[in-house]
């Protein structure tokens, strides 16, 4: 089971850990060795077996030891905890959850090892990924990946239709449009079109903050100004790099190395290195900059107006409320700030200053927002998915799903003042929810408390419950 969720990887485990058939193995050999160290194995108790013992060692030792994702291993310690249980001795004890319970894999009611290999035998030859615990349609998940690679390989073994690709200068540039006018090589006239319609795609500039000696005092407003200067400097570049492929494809400059590796990343629809400033999907060319574009709309609705800019009332920035009522219509798209962990921290870092709090008494508190209104401590949260279960309104808790994936509406975060001992208990109907940059799961943001129910936590973990900030 531990092996057959790799091939699910990031849902059933967020990366491709070493597990392999040697930590099988030992595993095998532990739990030997502990039944045997109480003698006969025929008249022992399953009550009397150390259950405790052996979860601890397969999940922080032979296991445990490969795994540095807390999700991961919360996952890996459902798994102990549903099958090392004196319950597995139970006839007909359930070895998965499934919405449909005539489908659910029972233990049989036999007692020779040769009946025990004539079930393994009849069972189906194509496995369901209900039998590893995770949601019954995350194959098309694996089909996503399996055709996004191809596709990514595609890009990577094309080259130019066998055309020079590398100008060595621009006379030859030259001769190459003047000699074949509208039948210019084929590849330089396609970079050229892209290089122009990527320019109309992005706008001209991005206004920047007006720094007050009142406003600089404000976290939320540190923030935004380091995020807009960011994007600025690299629309400034992207603009510029731009303009020189165009302007090297109409042969008006000359070739160098650093423009012709971005000609050929471009021409690839690979997206340049200089350009990844902050952590993203990995995408096309245009995918990417559709994106940057989106992100660059958002902080031009998130910097206050002009009017606000020019009068004393941009003083008011010095109080985290204003920040929070210019963007409480529609919310943080979280997924669309270049450093979304940094923005959670500036929120933070607001209200303790604002209440004069310690950073170590606030717990962040997640709810679905109702349209109220909100109070100065509470922000909105706009653009995450959900993956491995869905949001129920009337109920107001996650529910199972037979769907791989759900938009979450607006979520109110709220930032509140808990006693030292009360921070991070997770209450019974609660589970911890891993909050990921994209799909990759590679970037964990930060976690939060959603409501359960009765539903058992190890059955979420086990189906890669997640939160999704961005979905490219």
Known sequence: MILERLRYTPIGWTKVYEFNEADQRCALDLVDELIDSFGERSNLSPDKIPWEAIRTILCQTLYGGKIDNDFDAKILSSLAEQFFTPKCFDHDFPLF?????????????????????????????????????????????????????LLSRIWQI???????????????????????????????????????LYIQILPTALEKLNRTSGSITNPLFRFLEREVTVASKLLSTLKTNLGDVKNLCEGKIQSTADLRKLALQLYADKVPDGWKKYRVANLSVSDWLTDFKKRLDQFNRIIPQKEYRNSYMFEDFTNSCFFFKIIDRQGVWMGG???????????????????????????????????????????????LFIEGAQWDADSKQLVLSEEMRFALPTLKFTWIRVNKA???????????????????????????????????????????VALIACEN
């Open 97 to 149: 959850d499934a919405a449909n319970q005539s489908e659910v894999l029972t233990i049989p009611d036999v007692t020779k090892t040769s009946q025990f290999v004539e079930w393994i035998n009849n069972l189906p030859a194509v496995e369901s990924p209900a039998w590893s615990g995770l949601p019954v349609n995350v194959e098309k998940v694996l089909k996503e990946q399996q055709t996004e690679y």
């Open 158 to 196: 094309q080259d130019a239709n066998e055309e020079a690709v590398v100008l060595e200068s621009v006379t030859e540039t030259k001769k190459a449009v003047k000699k074949e006018g509208p039948q210019q090589l084929k590849w330089l006239r396609e970079l050229g079109e892209k290089a122009n």
């Open 337 to 383: 700030l270049l450093f979304p962990e940094a923005y959670l921290t500036a929120t933070r870092q607001a209200i303790a200053q604002d209440h004069q709090w310690s950073l170590e008494e606030l717990e962040l508190k997640v709810v679905i927002y109702q349209k109220e209104e909100l109070d100065e401590d509470s922000f909105l949260v706009s653009g």
């Open 422 to 464: 009360d921070k991070g208990v997770v209450q019974d109907g609660e589970i911890l929810v891993p909050v990921y940059l994209n799909r990759s799961r590679s970037n964990l943001l930060f976690s939060i408390k959603l409501q359960c129910g009765k539903i058992p936590r190890t059955t979420l973990y086990q189906k890669g």
